[in-house]
């Protein structure tokens, strides 16, 4: 009987989650992406520069994919009330996988593939058991296997390995049209994704696990598995990323996640796109969103020439901005 009632609680508990689920404000990061693209034409134009050129559009496009796909998988962890900080050696990792067992050879590109899907499966899946079973806290989790991770990189590699071959590289070069084909990629993940949390059972899950765990439990939602499965989906993100790296590259190496700083600019995104870290509010398109205000921001001062201090700076004060903002709207809805 007191379980009964426990459920009937949670279930009404539950409902204000499910309208509010998929309702992150991705308008206010559009908007202030709009802002950033306006401020910076003028600025470039001041400068007697051309900012929205049809080179520079690609440019931002085939600079934000990457991050974007990462990003995407990103918010799959964080809506569910976790993280994922070792996407950026997992990067490392698989593209040096990749490299290495593509070898040059056109043949042997399905294999590296699969060689990818599989250890970025068994690493997300090594975050998730941790996290579930040993009731590690996912910063700790995370943080733990990427050292890991680390390890295994710089005990095996000095510097650049392996040759991907040229018909792979046309991943990390070739358009159609004005639209570079790594960012069809990163458009097909983020629209998978988009799918998987506004279309599917998994997707609602996912929220509720992330709005109030226990209410998710007692309304019959395997929390446990939800988490693994996130994180899983979010070493795959990682795993394509490193896939599109070594594409450009034409080759693996060791260091290229960590350079991009693609764990904790993955994390930034996210937050920028108004997804909470608590979990359960949020969604891809204001990801998206982040993801280009980053790049956007950087083109802005590479163009500008600006110093790399002060484009950190400028950067932060961005991503704080955006956290107060949202969070005084949340305020603002509670009142």
């Not at 308008?27 to 003028?42: D, E, H, I, M, S």
């Not at 590699?157 to 071959?165: I, N």
């Not at 982040?290 to 001062?301: E, H, Y």
Request: hydrophobic share 50%; glycine share 12%; net charge positive.
């Amino acid at each position: 009987m007191i379980d009964s009632e426990r459920i009937r609680a949670a279930s009404a508990r539950a409902l204000p989650l499910l309208r509010t689920r998929g309702s992150s404000p991705a308008r206010v990061v559009f908007l202030a992406l709009a802002g950033v693209v306006l401020v910076g034409w003028a600025l470039v134009a001041a400068r007697g520069g051309q900012f929205l050129t049809l080179e520079n559009l690609v440019g931002v496009q085939q600079r934000s994919a990457a991050l974007g796909i990462v990003a995407v998988g990103q918010t799959l962890a964080i809506l569910a009330g976790s993280l994922d900080l070792s996407v950026a050696y997992l990067i490392s990792l698989t593209s040096l996988v990749a490299a290495e067992t593509m070898a040059g050879l056109d043949g042997n590109i399905a294999l590296a593939v699969t060689a990818v899907v599989a250890i970025s499966a068994a690493v997300g899946l090594a975050n998730g058991l941790v996290i579930t079973k040993l009731r590690v806290h996912p910063f700790i989790a995370t943080l733990g296997i990427s050292l890991i991770i680390k390890g295994v990189l710089d005990h095996l590699y000095d510097g650049p390995a392996g040759k991907v071959p040229e018909s792979f590289q046309h991943l990390g070069y070739d358009r159609i049209g004005p639209v570079p084909v790594s960012a069809l990629l990163w458009a097909g993940v983020a629209a998978a994704a988009w799918f998987l949390l506004r279309r599917t059972t998994l997707g609602y899950r996912i929220y509720a696990v992330g709005g109030d765990p226990e209410v998710a439990r007692l309304s019959g939602v395997r929390t446990d598995r939800m988490l693994i499965v996130t994180h899983v989906l979010c070493s795959l993100c990682a795993g394509i990323a490193g896939l599109l790296l070594a594409s450009r590259l034409g080759a693996g190496a060791p260091t290229v996640g960590t350079d991009g700083g693609y764990d904790l600019e993955s994390i930034a995104a996210v937050v920028l796109g108004g997804t909470a870290l608590a979990g359960g509010r949020g969604g891809v398109g204001g990801t998206v969103g982040g993801v280009l205000l980053l790049a956007t921001l950087d083109s802005v001062f590479n163009q500008l020439e600006v110093d790399s201090f002060f484009k950190d700076v400028v950067r932060g004060v961005v991503i704080v901005t955006a956290v107060a903002v949202y969070a005084r709207r949340k305020q603002g809805r509670r009142a």
